[in-house]
C-alpha cells in the first residue's frame, strides 16, 4: 500500500496538494511537505476560473474563512483590450450561451444582434455585472447565478462548471500560508529545510530525499512542486520537457505589485488582459492592491523595455515598486508521472498566464492522482491513464490559448503580424478555416476536457473579430420570435442585477 506522500516544494502547487490529499485520505496516508525558505514563489497575485470554486467547497471551506487572509476578490470574466484593435474590448464570461429554438444566441447575434453594441453586451448578463463592478454575492451571501433553467445554480462536478458563476483573485503566496496552517492542523509534517539531494534505487524510483538539517525524508509516493527546476522529475529523473515555443509566442514576465486605494476606486471583478506591442498586461485587483505584469517575447521585446513599458502603464509615479522578472517554461513534460514521482504545477506543465490556467493545472493534476492513486502494486495502467489526461487537458489549453493570437485581428507591430504566420497545433488551422463558415459546436472543438468549452472558443473568436462571414442559413426559416424573447430577457436580468447587487468593493469590505 503506498502510505506515505513526500510533497517536495511549497507553494501553490505543493499546499494545494497536502490539502487535498489530506482532506480526502485523513490519516490513512501521511503527507510530509519539504519546502526550503530560501526559494521565493513565483506567484505574485493569481487568477483563477471557475473550477476553483470546488476546491475550496472540497475542502470545507467558506468564503469568509480564506478570502479576507489571502486578500482575494471576484473575478466574474476576462476583459480583453486591445486585442482587436485600439480602444475595442470585450469579456469573456465565465457564463453559458442562452438558447432558442436550438441554436445559442451567439449564433441569433448574428443573424439578428445589434451591431451597434457588443456581441458579449447582447448575449451574457456578466458583461453588465463587469462594466458596473458588480458583486457575484447579495450581502446576505446568495449567489446571482443560475442554470440554464433558470433554476439556482448548485456544485458541479470540475468538468462542467456552472453558468456565471465565477472565480477568484488572490495573492499566492499568502494563499500558500492560509493553506500551510490548514493543512497542517490536519497532520500534514512541514519540514522547511533545503534538499541536497534526491536518493533512487535500483530500478530509479525516488527512495528519499537528503535534506541539510532533517536528513532523510522517506515516502512511497513524491510529488514535485518545485516549479520551473522540476528537481525530481527532470533533474533526478532526467524526463524529456517539450517547449510550445514554437507555436506559442511568449517566453518572459516582468510584474509589479500596485498598491491601490480601493475605497475610492473601487473593485473591478475581472481580469484585464490588455494587448500591447510585443505582448500582453495583465491586470488582476485584489483587495487593496494591483497584481500586474507584462507577458511577452524576448525576440521582439527587450527585459528592460517591458518593464519601462509596464511602469508607464500600471505605476508612472511609483518608480520604488520592485518589478520581479520572470523567465518562462512554456511547454510540458513527455510524463508528468515517472516511476514514483509525479510532478504538480510548474514542474508538470506552463503554457503561459492568459486565460489563468496555472491553478487549474495544479487541482487538474492532483484530482487526476487522487482518481488514479495506486496500490501495493502499482498498476502500471493508472499511471499511463494519468499522464494520458494530463497531456490531453495541457495540450487542448495550448491550442486554445494558440487561437487567441491566431485569431486576433490587431497586426500593426512585428510581433502582431508574426503571430499570424506562427505555426498552429495540428488541427486547430482546420478548426478556425471552419469558423469562418459557421461557429464551432461541441462535436468541432477540442475534444478532449481542457477546462474550456463551445461557449469559450465561441467567445474569443467572436471577440477577437474571427467570425463567420454570415449567420447559419438555417435561421432564416426560423421564426425569431423566442430568441428575440431571451434577448429581452437578458437585458432584463442584467437590469434587475445591478440595481440590487451590491459593488464588488461593498461585498469584499463586508467580510474583511
Not at 453558468?163 to 492542523?185: G, M, V
Request: proline fraction near 5%; aromatic fraction near 12%.
Amino acid at each position: 500500500m503506498v502510505r506515505s506522500v513526500v510533497i517536495v516544494g511549497g507553494g501553490t502547487a505543493g499546499w494545494m496538494s497536502a490539502a487535498y490529499l489530506k482532506t480526502t485520505f485523513g490519516d490513512r496516508v501521511s503527507v510530509t511537505v519539504v519546502e526550503s525558505d530560501r526559494i521565493p514563489t513565483i506567484g505574485v497575485g493569481e487568477a483563477t476560473f471557475a473550477t476553483i470554486r470546488l476546491f475550496f467547497e472540497y475542502l470545507g471551506l467558506d468564503e469568509p474563512e480564506w478570502m479576507p487572509e489571502c486578500s482575494a476578490s471576484y473575478k466574474l470574466a476576462i476583459r480583453f483590450e486591445n486585442w482587436r484593435e485600439p480602444g475595442h474590448h470585450f469579456y469573456h464570461p465565465f457564463e453559458w450561451f442562452r438558447t432558442a429554438n436550438g441554436f445559442n444566441l451567439a449564433d441569433w447575434w448574428l443573424q439578428l444582434g445589434d451591431r451597434s453594441t457588443g456581441f458579449d453586451q447582447n448575449c451574457f448578463i456578466t458583461t453588465a455585472l463587469c462594466e458596473h463592478m458588480r458583486s457575484p454575492r447579495m450581502f446576505d451571501g446568495s449567489t446571482s447565478s443560475s442554470n440554464r433553467d433558470g433554476s439556482p445554480g448548485r456544485p458541479t462536478p470540475l468538468e462542467r462548471p456552472s453558468p456565471y458563476y465565477y472565480a477568484y483573485h488572490f495573492d499566492a503566496a499568502r494563499l500558500a500560508l492560509f493553506l500551510t496552517k490548514f493543512a497542517t492542523q490536519r497532520g500534514v509534517r512541514h519540514v522547511v529545510d533545503d534538499v541536497l539531494q534526491v536518493r533512487q534505487d535500483e530500478r530509479g524510483w525516488i527512495t528519499h530525499v537528503t535534506t541539510r538539517e532533517h536528513g532523510d525524508v522517506t515516502g512511497d509516493l513524491f510529488i514535485d512542486c518545485t516549479g520551473f527546476r522540476g528537481m525530481l522529475i527532470n533533474q533526478t529523473l532526467g524526463e524529456r520537457f517539450t517547449s510550445f515555443e514554437d507555436v506559442l509566442p511568449n517566453n518572459r514576465a516582468v510584474a509589479l505589485r500596485v498598491p491601490r486605494d480601493m475605497a475610492r476606486l473601487g473593485i473591478k471583478p475581472y481580469t484585464t488582459a490588455t494587448a500591447m506591442d510585443a505582448g500582453w498586461i495583465w491586470t488582476i485587483p485584489l483587495y487593496g492592491r494591483v497584481g500586474t505584469g507584462y507577458v511577452y517575447s524576448d525576440q521582439f521585446c527587450s527585459p528592460e523595455e517591458a518593464e519601462r513599458t509596464l511602469r508607464r502603464f500600471a505605476a508612472p509615479d511609483q518608480e520604488d515598486l520592485e518589478a520581479n522578472h520572470i523567465r518562462m517554461r512554456v511547454g510540458r513534460n513527455e510524463r508528468s508521472w515517472v516511476n514514483n514521482c509525479v510532478a504538480i504545477g510548474l514542474s508538470s506543465a506552463f503554457v503561459e498566464p492568459l486565460e489563468s490556467t496555472g491553478i487549474f493545472f495544479i487541482q487538474h493534476g492532483i484530482e487526476q492522482l487522487v482518481k488514479n492513486f495506486p496500490d501495493a502494486d502499482w498498476d502500471p495502467r493508472l499511471r499511463d491513464n494519468y499522464n494520458t489526461r494530463i497531456n490531453r487537458a495541457i495540450e487542448g489549453v495550448k491550442e486554445f490559448l494558440v487561437l487567441h493570437y491566431r485569431a486576433a485581428k490587431r497586426d500593426d507591430t512585428a510581433y502582431w503580424k508574426e503571430a499570424k504566420i506562427r505555426k498552429v497545433p495540428p488541427g486547430l488551422e482546420e478548426r478556425l478555416d471552419m469558423a469562418m463558415t459557421r461557429l464551432p459546436s461541441e462535436e468541432n472543438i477540442y475534444q478532449h476536457y481542457h477546462g474550456f468549452d463551445m461557449d469559450s472558443w465561441n467567445t474569443m473568436l467572436l471577440g477577437l473579430g474571427w467570425e463567420p462571414g454570415r449567420p447559419k442559413p438555417a435561421l432564416a426559416h426560423i421564426d425569431p420570435m423566442q430568441a428575440q424573447a431571451q434577448f429581452g430577457r437578458l437585458r432584463a436580468e442584467a437590469k434587475e442585477l445591478v440595481a440590487t447587487l451590491p459593488s464588488a468593493y461593498e461585498y469584499l469590505h463586508s467580510i474583511n
